[in-house]
């Protein structure tokens, strides 16, 4: 497959109003102010990342939206229309360190584009309320927990484990953002901006390299692979290197070993990613047979018994390898979250708006979470859509995206907001 | 095969001067004196040791020997016969931390009762001179570099090496030995004691299971094994676990873990051992593919080609496994040794002289190195006996070998003293 081009034919009028070269060159701004030699900088809850949040303040100021961070940070830009009902469109201008340059900020920047296209088409006053939300801290990347303000607002954030997690500084996260004017103890009433909302959008560069490999611009994401995450331990017995004859062996590594081609093998049945992310042995000497190799596991579906099945084969094997080995072996779970499939409806819609600016679409699931996940859970219909990325890769400096593309994305982005308003006007 | 017990009808009237259960009970008042509740404690260069060898000197003291240290710190007694020519008996009285209360004392304490035998029955003066050296810091425990005091004796040290060795507490080797009175620059003087040694015998534990499998007491050494020991470094990419689709990974961690069935193929095509011993994993965290996979890789084989075969073939199938997963892999030597091919006619002197204990006997190759393998390298005929394990474990509290087993030991190992200085008597 090829990529299309934009079809002229297929543009509708408001194009006049939209300008995804402008959102290219507030990226690049963006860039500019809150980046460095080693890549994007803004990570949550710095002073970089509230320069990054001023510069989007300033942009949406020519609009008449009204402003306000909620009890969790996030930054709310409300387009009143003649409907409460409300169409949200999100990202999170939050970065890792040494980030990329659209990670975050492209969504936000073409959610910017389409509230100045959405005002100036209806003159102030479209038939349902937009909003754009800035998420707080989605990266995790300061205090190790993702997605901080979407599941304070979906009400999933689990506030005795975030109360105790601290910065490398040991700064506690409580004092960080209050610090920002946000009080720990009350983010969950972010919950309230829930209210109205009939739809979420959001739009991201591919974190893979799904569309790159398909030379395809955009794809619709179907929903957020289900994780399970697990820490494997197989035990046998030290013993000298030089006088132990290999039958005698119950080597941990060759067990835990035997574990890395098997993922391949259960991926290929299933479809989804696993991954051995580590590997740790003890004594971990040259002289010494293992007696101890602890591996984590991390398997992604989209599809819950897909995953289930992943999971049980994985631990049947483990179990297998550790009888051939003499060994024992034991699971420890680390972290799971069950999958969260998005809004058939608005996963038609996407697919149009692909289709209709590119000539050609791709639907692919998310490995990586998403503050969609999040907004999907609180039960808001939601959908994301994916714009290629140069190498398959993010949360690097080298991450990019085709400067048509980009385009591509914005026109494209926009489109799925007027079906998706239309389609919430519509309902009311 | 069962082990025969000793036949009466075999032994000499010399067993009549051999007291192999005074062996035991000096072995236990050792264990009483320089052990704990964790074990043997007999570390080198520590007052216990110290404290050790006070203790040896005293058994010694009833007998006419020639007591010194030599330039290595190595305690030589000389029993002066009719001949210079010299038969050597040596062992270790230093142990591992927390270790076993066999491991290199039961040669010294062995030794001992074989020189009274034979200042009994030679009144003092027999055909050729005896010698029994306590070699120094066999083990390396402190300072992580074993068979100091012999490979000193053999010219074999590596002076630029050891000279930077310090303990864990920051200390010096070279400031550790002058408290015990050794100079440092001085220690390969000790070569002089090789002057007219003639013969070098060592009794060991077996430090694995191989006797204990075959339910034999004892066995002949017939060397010490060569040894390729490498660090293995893969390299591929670290890429977001949930993102990465499988067939685009580039998994340094899937080639490395090849790897561990692939030894045992190996050792199954050419005998010896071989171990990985640690793998190490970057950036080895749960949601990225790992990007650099470090192995150690420890080979051992008595068979120098054959050691060559089993390097080479764990090369080949190491750059087989990185281009299957397009990963690279570099190889770095850590240390190497040649393997040490005892003396063939004390190997068969050992032999006779086990049968003749046992009933039945066994050939077998040192995974482990021993002082014997440094004596042979400076190019003095040397055989070593080997005891069996009860657990097939040594450095560690549990080893343990039967009573029975020591006493037909001591039998057999001076029956072999006997057929050496016997040879030693008939070539000078």
Redesign the interface.
């Known amino acids: 497959m090829k990529a299309a081009t934009v079809n002229p034919s297929t543009m509708s009028q408001s194009f006049e109003l939209l300008d995804p070269k402008r959102t290219i060159a507030e990226l690049k701004e963006l860039r500019a102010l809150t980046g460095n030699d080693d890549g994007a900088q803004r990570v949550a809850f710095t002073p970089t990342w509230k320069r990054a949040r001023d510069f989007l303040r300033e942009k949406m100021s020519g609009l008449p939206v009204e402003t306000h961070t909620d009890a969790a940070g996030n930054l709310w830009f409300t387009l009143r229309g003649e409907s409460g009902k409300a169409l949200l469109i999100g990202g999170h201008i939050d970065s890792v360190p040494n980030g990329g340059w659209l990670d975050g900020c492209l969504n936000v920047m073409a959610g910017v584009e389409i509230l100045r296209r959405i005002h100036a088409e209806f003159d102030g006053r479209p038939p349902v309320t937009v909003r754009l939300v800035d998420w707080a801290d989605e990266e995790g990347a300061r205090f190790g927990k993702s997605l901080f303000g979407s599941s304070a607002f979906s009400g999933n954030l689990d506030l005795n484990e975030a109360r105790g997690l601290k910065d490398r500084d040991g700064i506690a996260l409580p004092d960080a953002i209050a610090a920002h004017g946000i009080e720990f103890e009350k983010v969950k009433e972010a919950g309230v901006e829930a209210e109205n909302a009939a739809a979420y959008l959001e739009l991201h560069i591919?974190?893979?390299?799904?569309l790159l490999?398909l030379d395809l611009p955009l794809g619709v994401v179907l929903g957020t692979?289900g994780?399970e995450?697990h820490a494997i331990t197989f035990r046998g017995q030290a013993?000298?290197?030089?006088?132990?004859?290999?039958n005698?062996r119950r080597?941990a590594?060759?067990a835990?070993?035997?574990?890395?081609?098997e993922i391949?093998e259960i991926?290929?049945r299933h479809g989804g990613?696993?991954?051995?992310?580590?590997?740790?042995?003890k004594?971990?000497?040259?002289?010494?047979?293992?007696e101890e190799?602890r591996i984590?596991l991390?398997q992604?579906h989209l599809d819950a018994s897909a995953l289930a099945g992943m999971l049980a084969e994985a631990k049947s094997a483990s179990e297998r390898y550790a009888t051939e080995g003499n060994v024992s072996v034991a699971w420890e779970r680390?972290w799971q979250i069950e999958p969260v499939p998005f809004h058939a409806g608005l996963i038609e819609f996407c697919d149009q708006a692909i289709l209709e600016t590119c000539g050609v679409t791709h639907r692919l699931p998310?490995?990586?979470?998403h503050d969609a996940a999040e907004v999907s859970r609180a039960g808001i219909p939601t959908v994301m859509m994916f714009v290629q990325s140069l190498h398959?890769?993010?949360?690097n400096k080298i991450e990019d995206t085709r400067e048509d593309h980009i385009e591509q994305c914005v026109v494209a982005f926009d489109r799925l907001a007027r079906k998706t308003m239309e389609w919430i006007a519509a309902k009311d």
Chains 1, 2 share one sequence.
């Open positions: 591919e974190q893979g390299p799904v490999d692979c994780v995450r013993a000298h290197s030089g006088s132990t004859p290999m005698r080597d590594f060759l835990a070993a035997k574990m890395a081609p391949y991926t290929d990613v696993c991954t051995i992310g580590s590997c740790t042995t004594p971990g000497i040259v002289t010494s047979v293992v190799c984590t991390d992604r680390i998310s490995g990586p979470l398959g890769i993010s949360h």
